[in-house]
C-alpha cells in the first residue's frame, strides 16, 4: 500500500471552461459531446513546508466515468504532478457535481485532495474535499 497525502489548497482564484459541441461519432458515444472544467489555483498549506508553494487543481465533469473491471476497484480519480514551484492536479468527477461546484466557485476556500505521497514528483488522486470555509488551524 503507498503512502498517502493530505494536500490541503487555500483557493486564491478560479476559472470555468465548458465546450458543447456535436460528436465525433468514431469516437464518441451519442449525438453530443459536453466538456467543462473547473481549474483552481491556489497555496499549498499542508503539507508544510512543502517544495512547490503553489497548485493549480483542474476539476473535469465527466458524463459518466469509467466503472472498474468485474472484481476490480478504481484505482485513482486523476492524478498530481510536480513541476517547478507548482503542484498540477487533474481530477474527475460526475457532471452534475462540477455543476454544483461552478455555482459555488467565488466562495470556493479550500480544497483537500488525499493522494499517494509524491514520488518521482508524481502521484494518484484517491479523493477531492472542497469547501465553503477554511480555518488553517483545523487543517
Known sequence: ???ITQYV???TG???SWLFSIADPKREPGP???HSSLTVRGAVHRPA???YPHAEIIVSGRVRLPEPGHGEHAQSLGSLDAREDTLHAYVTVPMDR???LAAVADRLRLVCL???????RHGQVHGIHVDTAFMPDDW
Not at 488525499?114 to 518521482?120: E, W
Open 32 to 34: 453530443y459531446r459536453e
Open 98 to 100: 462540477l455543476t454544483l
Open 114 to 120: 488525499t493522494a499517494t505521497t509524491l514520488f518521482r
Open 1 to 3: 500500500m503507498e503512502p
Open 14 to 16: 478560479w476559472e470555468l
Open 9 to 11: 489548497v487555500a483557493v
Open 49 to 51: 513546508p512543502f517544495r
